[in-house]
């Protein structure tokens, strides 16, 4: 499966920008999906996941209440809303799919999307 990830941008504090993460080559409905970021300087890290039913989903803490991670699976694209982006949110933002592990460990996803831009001044 091929992931694309679109929809960032420059946006300032407070604001709300949604991602989206299209799949082609492959249904979704198969993988548990994610979303992991890069800031500047720093490690790739987990962000949101969720499983390949729906029915799961977690954050990592500091986006816990501001971020939402869903799917449409009719759509075969797989969403994260963002909302009161704080300057700490800047990075790339990459979507991940995995059809075996629904997980917060970046090595165990085997599909990656090819990253998306998201700025968010103060």
């Known amino acids: 499966v091929q992931l694309q990830a679109s929809g960032g941008g420059l946006v300032q504090a407070g604001d709300s920008l949604r991602l989206s993460c299209a799949a082609s080559?492959?249904?979704?409905?198969?993988?548990?999906m994610a979303w992991f970021r890069q800031a500047p300087g720093k490690e790739r890290e987990f962000v949101a996941r969720i499983s390949s039913s729906g029915g799961s989903t977690s954050y990592t803490e500091s986006v816990k209440g501001r971020f939402t991670i869903s799917r449409n699976d009719a759509k075969n694209t797989v969403y994260l809303q963002m909302s009161s982006l704080k300057p700490e949110d800047t990075a790339v933002y990459y979507c991940a799919a995995d059809p075996f592990y629904s997980s917060f460990r970046e090595r165990e996803y085997d599909y990656w999307g090819q990253g998306t831009l998201v700025t968010v001044s103060s």
């Open positions: 080559g492959g249904t979704i409905s198969r993988y548990h």
